[in-house]
């Protein structure tokens, strides 16, 4: 039976923690974890699984050897630790051996799994610090973003899915690993899909065994977890206080105070999310000096952190922004961009007539199912004389048709949107309808055209098309001063 705080009458908690610890990096955390764990006031037993032996002590048993000849198919080994202990334990927590939790956060579970729906399971999100004291949140980076549509109340929690579910730990109660069990994928040997192996092992949980992990963000605190090497810090991640930031804005939108939408699809389906759609992604100095200096309103099409429009409200033009989602939304309508929420359909619809000196979009056509829709909606809005600026990655580069041709990281499901989530897109596909939408093509830019040869470092190629990176297209209304391409 499920173990809640209602029912424990007095008795301790039997806590089973699996740790994955490959090599002695992080023996250090290792230990001092185990000695948090030990130090609770429940039965808590430690098992580590390992490639080699370690001394960890008499109260901690070491379980060596791999799933698979790959190294990092390691913390697929908790899983077997669990089935075999799933009638003895009331917790079950998976961990990574530099994840420090305390029991504020395992209390917190307790009290509210209770409320939560049977395929909803408590789930945390990791932190670091800074050198100056500031929290930041690593998962939060890229296309990572929370799922509207799920914001809801179960009793007094509220609740609110991040579509990164990884967290490096979880946690489930004996009923809960029964019902993994019973789906038949919980034991599935080591495996990727849209994350690597190790993350694999710390989500299939959520998804391949009919559950789904929930953040409760009425009591955000009590469900994050220290990251003990700030690996991450100043490469990537958000800081805590823009995350409870948008915590507010979704608690809005539970109300009824705020609007709720979702533009579009921002992500692929491929390993790790190859070429889904940033959030945070950084403003282009090439893209941004193709906006016409005489440009006096402009309409930027799937607006993350707004440092781009940010940009062009500093060069004293108007900037309306359908926004990836309403609560991104909310924190970039701050810098004093016109908000349009909604999905595109909606957003379209509520700009219906306005016309724009210059319409942007970028790094989205490629992640739809029908990128014409978007081209075609876009290109609408460019008023005479206006300027269409499309920008995406180039999927005809050498490297990527090598891969592709070999099967390599997947890059043959580029040839299926079903199984990629990408229309491979780009300038030479994309200019005969510019010009049935009644646009001149003007320019395109070929960007970051460097390989990388393995030692040789990185080389930078004048071969176009053939080495490039990233794209950048513009096109205009008819206009005798630009020509053709």
Not at 299 to 306: A, D, I, P, R, T
Not at 432 to 455: F, H, T
Request: a positive charge; charged letters at 20%; hydrophobic letters at 40%.
């Amino acid at each position: 039976m499920d173990v809640t705080v209602s029912n424990l009458n007095g008795q301790r908690l039997r806590l089973l923690v699996v740790i994955a610890s490959h090599g002695g990096k992080n023996l250090h955390f290792l230990k001092r974890i185990i000695q948090n764990y030990q130090g609770m006031a429940m039965d808590a037993d430690v098992v580590v699984v390992s490639e080699a032996p370690k001394d960890l002590g008499p109260k901690v048993r070491v379980v060596v050897g791999l799933p698979s000849p790959n190294p990092w198919s390691l913390p697929f080994a908790h899983k077997a630790v669990f089935v075999d202990n799933v009638d003895h334990y009331d917790l079950f927590a998976f961990s990574e051996d530099d994840m420090e939790v305390g029991e504020r956060q395992i209390q917190a579970f307790l009290r509210v799994t209770p409320m939560l729906a049977a395929d909803e399971i408590a789930g945390f999100l990791r932190y670091e610090v800074d050198p100056s004291g500031i929290w930041h949140v690593p998962e939060a980076h890229e296309s990572a973003h929370w799922k509207l549509e799920t914001v809801k109340r179960r009793g007094s929690c509220t609740i609110a899915e991040f579509s990164n579910e990884h967290a490096g730990f979880y946690l489930l109660t004996q009923g809960q690993l029964q019902r993994a069990m019973a789906s038949g994928n919980f034991l599935r040997g080591p495996h990727e899909g849209r994350y690597g192996l190790p993350e694999t092992a710390a989500t299939d949980i959520y998804t391949s065994c009919g559950f789904r992990k929930v953040v409760c963000i009425s009591a955000l605190e009590d469900f994050l977890i220290h990251h003990l090497p700030n690996r991450y810090v100043g490469r990537l991640g958000t800081p805590l206080s823009d995350i409870k930031e948008q915590v507010q804005t979704l608690m809005n939108i539970c109300n009824g105070a705020h609007p709720t939408g979702t533009l579009c699809n921002v992500e692929s389906k491929l390993v790790h999310g190859r070429w889904s759609k940033s959030y945070d992604e950084k403003p282009c100095d090439e893209l941004l000096a193709l906006v016409p200096a005489e440009a006096q309103n402009i309409l930027s099409v799937g607006c993350g952190s707004g440092a781009a429009e940010a940009r062009l409200i500093q060069r004293g033009m108007a900037v309306t922004a359908l926004p990836l989602d309403s609560v991104i939304g909310a924190a970039v309508a701050r810098r004093g961009i016109e908000m349009v929420h909604g999905s595109w359909e909606e957003g379209m619809k509520k700009i219906s007539g306005r016309k724009f000196d210059c319409v942007l979009i970028t790094n989205l056509l490629h992640l739809q199912p029908e990128p014409d829709k978007l081209l075609t909606g876009c290109a609408h809005r460019v008023g005479e004389g206006g300027t269409l600026l499309l920008a995406g990655p180039n999927f005809n580069r050498i490297p990527i048709l090598v891969k592709q041709t070999l099967g390599i990281n997947g890059y043959r499901k580029l040839r299926s949107y079903a199984e990629s989530g990408i229309n491979a897109c780009g300038p030479r596909t994309l200019v005969a309808r510019i010009r049935n939408l009644g646009l001149v093509p003007s320019q395109v830019q070929w960007l970051n055209r460097e390989l990388s040869p393995g030692r040789l470092g990185r080389i930078k190629l004048p071969l176009g098309s053939l080495t490039a990176r990233d794209w950048i297209l513009q096109a205009r209304r008819p206009d005798p001063n630009h020509r053709s391409i």
